[in-house]
């Protein structure tokens, strides 16, 4: 168990209103990663983060942005949700070095609808 | 660009027939790492192995065994005596860039394994 939380695990809601998506941590890993996963695509990345404050984006970032205010919280905000967004939505971890480099740990996942 | 094909997007086996799962991979560093996980119906995503570019040993752990080819720029994944329980979405991933300390990844598509009783 990687200590990692997501909340919340389900949500619907309508288009054009802000979501946010939290991950939580609390085994100090430096590195977060923000996922989703749609048939057919497998898992793209949306926005990662190696430390706090210190953010960029990953393949499929358009319409989302990401805030790392403290090491155990990563937190995914869509600022207009689209019906486009819709999707299962992961958090991972990871270290940078050590026997356990580059291995992401994920979490639980949570499963989004917009309407 | 980084890209890993698995060609394979559904098997069908009935319980105790071997499979193999296959992983193609694209990437112009010397240096990365290859995985395989897991996701079983319950949905959660099970990190299974990771595979450095300079370890081309075989692995294998219980009934599940990996042969990694650089030659071929192949992981691929072998289920032996396959289970009901390996039923699951299983996703190859090679990191990005290389293998530096804040790598991302890089996901095929997966493939869907149902092992029939």
């Known amino acids: 168990d990687a200590g990692i939380t997501q909340s919340p695990r389900h949500k619907v809601t309508e288009t054009g209103t802000p979501v946010t998506l939290r991950c939580h941590q609390t085994?100090?890993?430096?590195?977060m990663y923000w996922y989703r996963q749609d048939p057919g695509h497998g898992l793209r990345l949306i926005h990662y983060s190696y430390g706090v404050k210190d953010t960029d984006k990953g393949e499929v970032s358009d319409g989302y942005s990401v805030s790392r205010s403290k090491t155990e919280d990563f937190l995914l905000t869509l600022e207009s949700a689209t019906s486009s967004q819709t999707s299962v939505y992961f958090c991972?971890?990871?270290?940078?070095?050590?026997?356990?480099?580059?291995?992401?740990?994920f979490g639980a996942g949570t499963r989004l609808s917009v309407l | 660009a980084q890209k890993v094909t698995q060609a394979q997007t559904e098997i069908s086996v009935v319980e105790k027939e071997d499979v193999t799962l296959d992983c193609v991979y694209e990437?112009?560093?010397?240096?990365?790492?290859l995985f395989w996980y897991k996701q079983p119906p319950s949905g959660e995503l099970v990190f299974l192995i990771r595979?450095?570019?300079?370890?081309?040993q075989n692995e294998i752990s219980g009934r599940y065994s990996w042969n990694f080819q650089k030659s071929t720029s192949s992981f691929n994944f072998t289920i032996t005596a396959s289970q009901v329980v390996d039923s699951a979405v299983y996703f190859c991933?090679?990191?990005?860039?290389?293998?530096?300390?804040?790598?991302?990844?890089?996901f095929g598509k997966g493939i869907t394994l149902s092992v029939r009783p």
């Open positions: 990437t112009r560093d010397t240096t990365y790492y």
């Open positions: 595979r450095n570019s300079f370890d081309e």
């Open positions: 991972a971890i990871s270290e940078g070095a050590g026997v356990m480099k580059n291995i992401q740990y």
């Open positions: 991933a090679l990191s990005e860039p290389g293998a530096g300390a804040n790598s991302k990844l890089t």
């Open positions: 085994e100090n890993h430096r590195y």
